[in-house]
């Protein structure tokens, strides 16, 4: 198979992939799986449901040899939930061609695995913290589990000689005044922290543009306290703007996805757990990648699918926020994982 330039509608070409291994997650964030929402009735997918670690390692070959991914991360749900997770990135460490596997976790189960994750060849995590305060985190985990818990695994990460990084989304309201607070402690603690502004993903966090604490407001309100200045971005694509605290070299980025979008290099795909190709975070509906998989396709032929819908992508609804009417649903984000 060769593995031609594949480009979509606005010529941007596929380089990173994401895969959610699961759509169960141990927390209920406010922002992402509201507990009045995500409840003891709520139906998460079924076993047979999701895509078998054998799938997925196909479909990433693909993805790899045929369509010019480069970089893979896990995501959820919380994928630690999923049994086993350190086989499935073992297999993905070993397709050749997969330049970087990174993960996405709230953290939680990071000393039960990091040790096997790292041996397995994951090679960073991002761990997502929004407060250093266990009443205001507790609240937005929706399940009372504290700062420390989180911080334990971030250690255990570290320790374990995986790159950290940590996220934090800022909502008006409910962390704003946490945000020196938490660069000062991970600039000293030698962790990059990236703020996130809330987004209007899915349909049940009850999103605001009030409540959007932007880009602009999170660097200034740092700047006043802890000068900053911008730098150049580690590759085309990088989600995150990146800035150093002058006079070092210690790192910060804001991932600015509502205040300024950047859907024009957005290189990105996204896989749910079970198998729908997502070629936007924002997106209404999946690509049913799961029945083709299950039927006799070739490689060839699944590869030579996956192409025609790359070439089809035409999304950059970041960029027409604002003054595109849209009334329609999307994807929740514990579905596809950010
Ligand atoms: N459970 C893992 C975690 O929390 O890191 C992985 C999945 S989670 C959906 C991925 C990232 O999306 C997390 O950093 C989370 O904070 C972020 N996120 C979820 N909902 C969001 C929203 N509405 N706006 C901005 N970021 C959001
Ligand atoms: Fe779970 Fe992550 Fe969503 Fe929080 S942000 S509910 S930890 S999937
Ligand atoms: Fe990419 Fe869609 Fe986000 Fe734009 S809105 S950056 S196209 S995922």
Redesign the pocket.
């Known amino acids: 198979m060769n593995n031609q330039k594949v480009l979509d509608q606005l010529n941007r070409p596929l380089r990173d992939l994401r895969i959610s291994v699961t759509d169960k997650?141990n927390?209920r964030?406010t922002?992402?799986m509201p507990a009045e929402i995500f409840g003891p009735d709520f139906e998460f997918l079924r076993r047979d449901q999701l895509l078998s670690f054998e799938e997925l390692e196909r479909l990433t070959r693909i993805f790899v040899e045929t369509l010019g991914v480069q970089k893979i991360r896990i995501?959820?749900?919380?994928?630690l939930m999923r049994k086993d997770l350190h086989l499935l990135i073992s297999k993905i460490n070993q397709i050749d061609g997969v330049e970087d596997i990174a993960m996405?976790?709230?953290?939680s189960l990071l000393p039960k695995y990091a040790e096997a994750l790292k041996e397995a060849g994951l090679k960073r995590v991002?761990?997502?913290l929004?407060s250093l305060k266990d009443e205001v985190f507790g609240k937005i985990n929706g399940r009372g589990v504290t700062v420390q818990t989180v911080l334990d695994g971030i250690d255990a990460a570290a320790a374990a000689g995986i790159q950290v990084k940590i996220?934090m989304?800022v909502k008006k309201g409910m962390n704003e005044d946490e945000i020196i607070p938490m660069a000062r402690f991970f600039r000293e603690k030698g962790h990059i922290l990236r703020f996130?502004?809330?987004?209007?993903?899915?349909n049940t966090?009850k999103?605001k543009l009030d409540d959007v604490y932007t880009k602009k407001q999170i660097i200034e309100e740092i700047n006043t306290v802890m000068p900053l200045e911008p730098i150049a971005p580690n590759y085309l694509g990088e989600v995150a703007s990146r800035f150093r605290y002058v006079g070092s070299n210690d790192e910060v980025g804001v991932i600015s996805s509502v205040s300024d979008a950047f859907c024009s290099s957005c290189n990105r795909a996204r896989l749910s757990a079970e198998g729908k190709l997502y070629t936007c975070l924002f997106a209404a509906n999946g690509h049913d990648i799961r029945t083709p998989l299950r039927t006799s396709l070739s490689d060839e032929e699944l590869s030579t699918h996956l192409q025609q819908l790359w070439n089809g992508r035409n999304d950059r609804y970041s960029e027409e926020r604002g003054h595109v009417k849209r009334d329609r649903s999307k994807v929740e984000?514990?579905h596809i994982?950010?």
Do not use: A, R
């Open positions: 997650c927390f964030c922002y992402c995501t959820g749900g919380e994928p996405t976790t709230n953290g991002s761990i997502s929004d996220n989304v996130i502004e809330f987004m209007d993903v899915g966090n999103w984000m514990s994982g950010g």
